[in-house]
Nanobody, 125 residues
């Protein structure tokens, strides 16, 4: 059964840090492109970071230097370490997988066909 389960969201003040976690079914975790996306109220869902089967990561320009995607292969878990958070980072964050790719990951959310339930991040000024 396909499964993506996020956790770790919450409320922090600007400048603070959070770590999001995404547990994935083993096949998804080891085979497909995976990514973290976010959607702020009234805005389109956007890619935050992606990772391919080989561990190559990409980041949105808006989070480069502040967010880091990492993996724990023993736990089939993807992490998003977020530092220097800003109010504009406030959004629902989603973990996703694209069964159509295992490298050269897409940054288009409609290309991802497996999604977690989301975890909310709120950054106050």
């Amino acid at each position: 059964q396909v499964q993506l389960v996020e956790s770790g969201g919450g409320s922090v003040q600007a400048g603070g840090s959070l770590r999001l976690s995404c547990f994935a079914s083993e096949y998804i975790y080891h085979q497909y492109c995976m990514g973290w996306f976010r959607q702020a109220p009234g805005k389109e869902r956007e890619a935050v970071a992606t990772v391919d089967r080989y561990g190559l990561t990409t980041y949105a320009d808006s989070v480069k230097g502040r967010f880091t995607l990492s993996r724990d292969n023993a736990k089939n878990t993807l992490y998003l370490h977020m530092e220097s958070l800003k109010p504009e980072d406030t959004a629902m964050f989603y973990c996703a997988a694209d069964s159509g790719r295992f490298y050269s990951c897409s940054r288009i959310y409609t290309d991802y066909n497996y999604w977690g339930q989301g975890t909310r991040v709120t950054v106050s000024s």
